[in-house]
């Protein structure tokens, strides 16, 4: 089984529309992430969630919102998709603090048209 | 501020020769480390974390770390590289509670 699963793995859309990535882990941790990963490979954090409460919301436009439906899922909104938004997605999650480290999914690559 | 750093964007090594991949951090107090790898068109996967005690940490796929307080680093190392180590390799350090940041990366290349 597969411990942090996303989907879809390819994503390709044109400009204007709204899109939804799902995430779902069976790990049983309390909290989960989303992270954007440029093409230099830079890593954002962008949200995260804990026990159904956002912690963290960086410097992220409000056309992303985060939605979890229980402490298994974290899904990801994209409304009024922009050319620049085009990046690959990866979905975490992890128990307790930071320290524990995280478990990624395999990503997401959004390309926006 | 709280920070970690990769000086080295792009390695290349000789398949079965060592390697050793950099990681400086700018943290107050001891930090939590970590390294992690990306493998193309894969997420991240973890292979080694430090947190107290013995500053030499190994981790998997035959990997060790040293934490090195006094040079604030904590450097990746593998004493013979295979070609399936080619990946991106992550060093990472959490900010806040909930908050892990990551290196820009180093994009390790191995030769035949």
């Known amino acids: 089984d597969t411990a942090v699963s996303q989907t879809p793995k390819y994503l390709v859309t044109q400009m204007g529309n709204d899109k939804s990535i799902k995430c779902e882990q069976n790990l049983g941790h309390d909290t989960m992430y989303w992270y954007k990963q440029d093409s230099k490979k830079f890593l954002k954090i962008m949200f995260s969630y804990n026990n159904k409460e956002l912690i963290i919301n960086e410097t992220v436009p409000n056309r992303f919102s985060p939605k979890s439906p229980d402490k298994a899922h974290l899904n990801l909104h994209i409304n009024s998709l922009e050319l620049g938004d085009s990046a690959v997605y990866f979905c975490a999650s992890s128990q307790g603090a930071t320290g524990s480290g995280y478990t990624f999914g395999s990503g997401t690559r959004l390309t926006v048209v | 501020a709280q920070s970690v750093t990769q000086p080295d964007i792009h390695i290349t090594v000789s398949e079965g020769a060592s390697l050793e991949l950099r990681c400086n951090y700018s943290y107050g107090a001891t930090p939590y480390l970590f390294w992690y790898v990306q493998s193309p068109g894969q997420g991240l996967q973890l292979l080694l974390k430090?947190?107290?005690?013995?500053?030499l940490v190994q981790g998997i796929k035959g990997f060790e770390a040293e934490f090195k307080r006094s040079q604030s680093s904590f450097n990746l190392r593998k004493p013979s590289v295979h070609w399936s180590d080619a990946a991106e390799y992550f060093c990472?350090?959490?900010?806040?509670?909930?908050?892990?940041?990551f290196g820009a990366g180093t994009r390790l290349t191995v030769k035949p």
């Open positions: 990472a350090a959490p900010r806040e509670y909930n908050d892990m940041r």
């Open positions: 430090y947190f107290s005690g013995d500053t």
